[in-house]
């Protein structure tokens, strides 16, 4: 069966509406994902019906908030096949779960360990190791990409050591779309005793997640890029790497006893997730789960593969546009420039016609300039995108570039 | 350059009502800014935007200020077009006391000189201002 996208697209109500006085085609997907109804039902109901604080009340109102803001945990628990639901943590973002642990790492680093991170990060995974190396008197090494953007793994396999304490790495790149073999990778970093962090804003937009499949310590993603709400995230740790990982935020909820002087900690997941969690949050991240599982990830894939195989097409046959990233597996991303256009004015005149791109360096400045463009145009696509707009926005490209000329 | 002033501009912009008119006359506008060499295109000289990057170098001469801008997209080199028609060559009592946002706003383009554009345009503005207000102490 093939996915039905017009029905798709009948449940995101953004989707209907103009802008500058034209249908919107969102290509912005790498940034945020739009959501559909039934998550803006769940958010509005929980505020409507059940909204309470979740874990301390001795009320039914708090008890049903509870219950509800635990079953979203299981909902992501089986959704990433975790093996326990407390290797869930509750984060506000990709950015956030990396800065978790990577103010863990840090504390445990010393001088000689190395951590290993690629040429293609975002900077969410960059300056949270480059910093905890910093601090902690470390080594970062960067495994550098191809000429197409892919990983060179030779060098991967060439940087990892005895003295590799930690590795990150993205599971899909936001800026180019490569998709990397993480679990060939994380096997290889592992027979070196080394913990192993996906950063996977960009993954889990595009297909289920299998945590112990890949077999790493910790993967992130945030809630938003999942057809989920802003301010939501998830940090998953396998459960004997987390279960006595260095504190992050202290306050309430994540405490067992508190003197004056003196605190002890809770029990996973509560002792990582201090403070009045985003209960909302949580249950319409779970919401997007859920109404993302009603579609067989074979359609959803195939689906997304045609979108940027038509692309890919129609940019090569586009006079003066080079593509930027042409791995051999890549999904979801097509980055461009175009000769004699600053990416910012493609993207302008793009925004007038109503068609929503990102352009500049994506949070990958060191990437930009590693690969000595000033920044890229990046038209990305979700499920919910038709081969009609990837044909409008080509159309835009050339009106764009009329008036450029 | 032949700047032209900032009422042909009101005038021009006027006559064009569908947007690829209008953008086209800031785009053909950005075109004709000579700009600056690109060994002037230094640290020193940069106001960042987040999509764009903008040069702005100035000297005084015989009271007025002289301004040469640059930038990396041609539509922020037409919108420093407008802005220049407003700032360049005036005396720093000319400069402070143009409103700028009015001007842009007659020019229905005031979106684009919001602090939350990020084309750096606000940031030269401010910059210039701030200059004028220098030459004058
Ligand atoms: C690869 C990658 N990592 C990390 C992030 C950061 O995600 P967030 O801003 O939701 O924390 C992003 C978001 O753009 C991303 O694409």
Redesign the pocket.
């Known amino acids: 069966m093939s996915l039905n996208v017009a029905q798709i697209r009948e449940q995101f109500p953004i989707l209907h509406r103009q802008v500058h006085g034209k249908p919107l085609v969102y290509l912005d997907n790498?940034?945020?994902t739009q959501k559909p109804q039934a998550v803006i039902n769940a958010l509005t109901d929980y505020y409507t019906q059940c909204n309470a604080n979740v874990h301390r009340g001795a009320h039914y109102l708090s008890d049903e908030a509870t219950r509800r803001y635990e079953a979203a945990r299981k909902t992501v628990a089986e959704y990433i096949n975790a093996s326990r639901q407390e290797e869930v943590i509750w984060t506000?973002?990709?950015?956030?779960?990396?800065n978790l642990v990577a103010n863990g790492v840090a504390q445990r680093l010393k001088t000689g360990d190395e951590v290993l991170v690629t040429e293609m990060?975002?900077?969410?995974?960059l300056v949270t190791w480059q910093q905890a190396c910093k601090r902690s008197g470390a080594t970062l090494k960067v495994v550098p990409i191809n000429e197409d953007g892919s990983l060179n793994t030779e060098q991967f396999h060439a940087l990892l050591s005895e003295n590799t304490a930690f590795v990150s790495m993205?599971?899909?790149?936001?800026?180019l779309g490569t998709i990397n073999p993480i679990k060939e990778l994380t096997a290889a970093a592992k027979a070196k005793d080394a913990l192993v962090m996906i950063?996977?804003?960009?993954?889990v937009a595009h297909g289920a997640i299998d945590v112990q499949d890949i077999g790493c310590d910790f993967y992130?993603?945030?809630?938003?890029?999942v057809f989920g709400p802003?301010g939501i995230?998830v940090l998953w740790g396998c459960y004997e790497v987390l279960k006595d990982w260095p504190i992050w935020l202290v306050g309430g909820e994540m405490i067992a006893t508190v003197s004056y002087q003196d605190a002890t900690w809770g029990e996973l997941p509560n002792r990582l997730e201090a403070g009045t969690p985003n209960i909302a949050g949580a249950i319409g991240l779970a919401a997007a789960i859920n109404w993302l599982r009603q579609y067989d990830a074979a359609d959803i894939l195939a689906h997304e593969t045609a979108l940027l195989a038509r692309a890919t097409q129609l940019a090569e046959q586009t006079d003066g546009l080079t593509i930027v990233g042409h791995a051999a597996k890549k999904i979801g991303v097509l980055s461009f420039i175009l000769d004699g256009a600053h990416p910012a004015d493609i993207g302008f005149l793009l925004d007038k016609q109503g068609i929503a791109i990102r352009t500049g360096d994506?949070?990958?400045q060191p990437l930009m300039k590693r690969l000595n463009v000033p920044g890229t145009a990046r038209a990305s696509f979700s499920i919910y995108n038709t081969l009609d707009e990837v044909e409008m926005l080509f159309e835009g490209i050339k009106k764009a570039r009329l008036m450029l000329a | 350059m032949n700047l032209p002033s900032t009422d042909e501009i009101i005038d021009d912009l006027e006559f064009l009502d569908d947007w690829e008119q209008r953008y086209q006359y800031i785009i053909d506008l950005g075109k004709a800014l000579p700009g600056l060499p690109e060994s002037q295109h230094k640290e020193e000289y940069l106001v960042r935007g987040c999509q764009s990057n903008v040069w702005l170098i100035s000297e005084e001469k015989d009271g007025k200020l002289l301004l040469h801008v640059d930038s990396d997209a041609v539509i922020v080199q037409g919108l420093l077009t407008l802005v220049m028609a407003a700032y360049h060559n005036k005396t720093p009592e000319q400069i402070l006391a143009f409103d700028i946002d009015h001007y842009f706003a007659q020019l229905d383009l005031e979106n684009h000189i919001t602090p939350t554009r990020g084309n750096g345009l606000r940031a030269i503005v401010g910059k210039i201002q701030q200059l004028a207000k220098q030459s004058q102490a």
Not at chain 1, 92 to 98: A, L, M, R, V
Not at chain 1, 170 to 175: D, Q
Not at chain 1, 199 to 203: K, L, S, V, Y
């Open positions: 790498a940034a945020t506000s973002g990709t950015t956030e779960g990396i990060e975002h900077h969410a995974n993205p599971h899909i790149s936001n800026a950063d996977g804003a960009q993954g992130a993603f945030s809630g938003h890029k802003t995230g994506h949070c990958a």
